[in-house]
């Protein structure tokens, strides 16, 4: 009875009560809403993840395991077809690692691997910059054709550009046969490291220009003047102010580059010599030619080792870019 009385001649606490419910139940809607949304962006995100899990994640775990000397399960048909196949004592055997470093066939083939994936990431960069510069600071028809000249390769298929620079590169072929009507002894390269490097320039080219351009051309015209006007040349404004601030998609296009050449087969396959051979190619020959499957995956393994080393790059610049941008 006291209470009542209280509550009568005092509205204060029960109006701030019905106030508190009136707002806590909008805001629980508003948490079961997000949750519902949550629910159904995760449920649509599900099917791809697990689609690339069983048909990427598992044969490259059911791959590492079986260079590792893992041959049970799903990779026992493998390991009963196979040739010098070594089986894990204990939880891992390296022994297939060991093969394989010890033979200085598979060294000069990481070698000559490591030089055309160094050697076409520089030379793709150093075009697609000089490129992307000259279109960005010139301008004009000139800078247009060479951007539109640089995105060709993107339409063409790589077997056939493959093919294609082969013939024209080979000893027979229309480079040497311009050189043996003027009387002179042309370059071959054909099924030879350079031919691999030039033809690996040609399929990634588009991709680094296209990043190079875009990255130029986000570069404000306000920060060129100011160095115009204090009196900047144009390689100072290349290295100081462009090359600066497109660095991430620069970083970008080398990474891509770099991985890209790394695992390629059809360009090695087609232009490059019988040895040395890049790995990519080794693998496809240790599984089918030489019926070595647990060679070829820690081949594979190597490749992926390698190309890691190189995804930290990338993910290193993406990880400045979002710092910059306060994302971090």
């Known amino acids: 009875m006291t209470d009542r009385v209280a509550a009568a001649a005092d509205p204060a606490p029960a109006a701030a009560e019905s106030r508190a419910e009136v707002d806590v139940r909008p805001a629980r809607a508003v948490l079961r809403a997000d949750r519902r949304r949550s629910a159904v962006g995760f449920s649509m995100a599900l099917p791809p993840v697990l689609l690339i899990m069983l048909f990427v994640g598992l044969p490259v775990v059911l791959a590492i395991g079986f260079s590792l000397g893992m041959t049970g ?3 026992s048909v493998a390991a009963a077809i196979g040739q010098d196949v070594y ?3 204990g939880l891992v055997t390296f022994d297939a690692y060991r093969q394989l470093f010890a033979d200085p066939r598979f060294t000069r083939d990481l070698a000559a691997t490591v030089l055309v994936t160094v050697a076409t990431t520089l030379i793709t960069l150093g075009l697609a910059i000089g ?3 000259h279109l960005r600071l010139r301008g004009g028809w000139a800078g247009t054709l060479l951007s ?3 995105v060709v390769p993107l339409f063409v298929p790589v077997v056939i550009a493959s093919w294609a620079i082969l013939t024209f590169y080979s000893g027979d072929g229309f480079l040497r046969s311009v050189f043996a009507q003027l009387g002179l002894e042309g370059p071959t390269f054909g099924f030879t490291v350079p031919g691999v490097i030039i033809a690996s320039v040609w399929v990634n080219l588009p991709f680094a220009l296209l990043m190079a351009s875009s990255g130029m051309q986000g570069v404000p015209d ?4 100011a160095a115009r006007d204090a009196g900047a040349s144009t390689l100072t404004i290349v290295a100081r102010v462009l090359a600066p601030l497109a660095g991430i998609p620069l970083v970008i296009a ?3 580059t770099a991985i890209g050449v790394l695992g390629q087969f059809t360009v090695p396959y087609f232009t490059g010599p019988n040895a040395p051979q890049q790995l990519g190619v080794d693998i496809s020959k240790y599984f089918q030619a030489f019926n070595r499957p647990q060679q070829a995956a820690a081949i594979a393994v190597v ?3 390698v190309a890691s080393g190189v995804a ?4 290193w610049a993406n990880f400045r870019s979002a710092k910059d941008e306060g994302r971090v």
């Open 73 to 75: 399960g799903l990779n």
């Open 87 to 89: 089986e894990a004592e």
């Open 131 to 133: 490129i992307a510069v």
């Open 148 to 150: 539109s000249l640089g």
């Open 222 to 225: 306000a920060l060129i003047d």
């Open 254 to 256: 080398a990474t891509f």
């Open 303 to 305: 490749v992926f080792l």
């Open 312 to 315: 930290a790059l990338y993910v």
